[in-house]
């Protein structure tokens, strides 16, 4: 088997976390960069995050590239109070020693797809789509270089995160998301209405935690700091786990379900800023541009993320 080539744009973030340790120890997968945004915390936070996971699962040998330090044309706004202060609470790591890679993510990002063949690599987004707007921007010959883009962004029936009608990472930058959602590139999206299925009931925290490994614990510590937010917030019996759910869709995308469908992306009014407008009963005529998932198989979902956390 070939490894499917990805790259992982990511705001870490503790479910960030969880999604790279997933990509990391899935040999399906073979992890070419992981490239930061400014996002769940600022760039400085995000990019030395990102070596932290990398260092914690023994990847010291994976690139980590440094990217956007705020949105297209947006002032940033953070989500500490989510994540905590250094966007990874409930773990402590150490500072990171693996070296951040010279290049800007989004000068690598072109390099890396314009070197690559038609349709070859897939890009996971976990956070703000700056980084892939600015790359689609500077090179629109790359777009044909990418197999897929998998996002976790968005909500529907679900509503938004941050505001009543839009979720955090098209929030922040919903300009960039703009960009992305009329690129042509094939689109599959993970939305709010999926992620909130997937709870870190203590059940589910109880088995990190008895993986009994370093990883294993950090992961625990990290789950256990990051559901009290949202579980306050929703009144559920545990956070939602979002950003490995992209991954988890490409390990095993049979345990979604969703449709293809027109999305947009509202960029105009203040109030309703960066909320996806899916076009589920193709009311518009307008032609579908992203497979919209509604669904998950929770529990085959946390069989796989711990199962291949437990490989670590
Ligand atoms: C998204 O926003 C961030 O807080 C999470 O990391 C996730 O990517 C959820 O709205
Ligand atoms: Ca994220």
Not at 31 to 53: D, F, K, M, Q, W
Not at 247 to 266: M, N, Q, R, S
Request: charged letters at 20%; hydrophobic letters at 45%; proline letters at 7%.
């Amino acid at each position: 088997m070939t490894p499917r080539p990805i790259v992982i744009d990511t705001d870490p973030g503790q479910d960030d976390a969880l999604a790279i340790l997933l990509a990391l120890a899935s040999p399906e997968l073979a992890v070419l960069g992981i490239t930061a945004v400014a996002g769940n915390v600022p760039l400085p936070l995000s990019e030395s995050n990102a070596r932290r996971i990398c260092e914690l699962a023994g990847a010291r040998d994976a690139k980590v590239f440094a990217g956007c330090p705020r949105p297209m044309v947006r002032a940033l706004t953070t989500a500490e109070e989510v994540h905590g202060q250094t966007g990874l609470d409930g773990h402590d790591f150490p500072e990171p020693t693996m070296a951040l890679q010279p290049d800007h993510a989004v000068d690598w990002m072109v390099e890396t797809l314009m070197a690559a063949g038609e349709r070859e690599i897939t890009l996971c987004a976990l956070g703000p789509l700056t980084n892939l707007a600015m790359a689609m921007v500077m090179e629109p010959r790359i777009r044909s270089r990418i197999r897929e883009i998998v996002m976790m962004g968005g909500g529907f029936s679900d509503g938004g995160n941050v505001t009543p009608a839009a979720e955090f990472n098209i929030h922040v930058d919903p300009h960039a998301a703009q960009v992305v959602f009329t690129s042509g590139c094939k689109l599959t999206l993970i939305p709010l209405d999926v992620t909130h299925q997937a709870l870190t009931t203590p059940a589910r925290l109880e088995r990190f935690r008895a993986i009994g490994t370093p990883v294993g614990r950090a992961c625990h510590g990290m789950l256990s700091f990051y559901r009290r937010h949202d579980m306050s917030k929703y009144g559920t019996d545990g956070g939602p786990l979002h950003d490995p759910c992209v991954i988890a869709y490409l390990l095993a995308p049979e345990i979604f379900d969703g449709k293809h469908v027109a999305v947009e992306i509202e960029i105009s009014s203040e109030k309703t800023m960066g909320t996806t407008l899916a076009d589920w009963w193709g009311v518009t005529g307008a032609p579908p541009n992203c497979t919209v998932m509604n669904a998950i198989d929770d529990a085959a979902f946390y069989d796989l993320l711990i199962e291949r956390i437990a490989r670590l």
